[in-house]
């Protein structure tokens, strides 16, 4: 695992609508942010931020797929092949019997698909330590990092469009990021 050190320019707001706002200008200026973090969701923050639509709904319809597969394949074979019974005069393979244990095998799957999905593309697993660019970012902050190995303007050039922007300190961090 390679270990590499980035400059970051770490913007500190106070306000949302002051953090989303300044995301359009200073993106709009030129300068490719790394992340924006906050105590909170802010509506509207993922799109200014240029992020495509999550991917985890099709995660989650081949879950669900997968274990409406599953179940049906398991009751057919059960009850119909390897031990077939005549159960209150139904047929081996009744498919309306064979609704509620589909159901909850297909959301089961698709609810455990989706959390290891979710805790594989945002890297949590445990002994990873997370990237905290600013304490105050999960108490009433709103932290803004810009990388400056990704920027082809100046710190000081960075530095004046975040003043500008509504931030109330820019401070300077090195990060080790594992990649």
Known sequence: MNHNENKFLVGVFDDEDVVLNAVSKIRHGGVRIHEVYTPFPIHGLDEELGYKRSRLPRAAFVFGITGTTLALTMQIWMLGYDWPMIIGGKNFVSLPSFVPVTFELTVLLAALGM???????????????????????????FIMAVDLSKNSLSQDEITAILRNSGAIEVNTKIVEIES
């Open 115 to 141: 959390v290891g999905t979710f805790l594989t593309v945002s890297n949590l697993y445990p002994g990873k330590r997370p990237l905290l660019f600013d304490s105050r970012s999960t108490d009433d902050k």
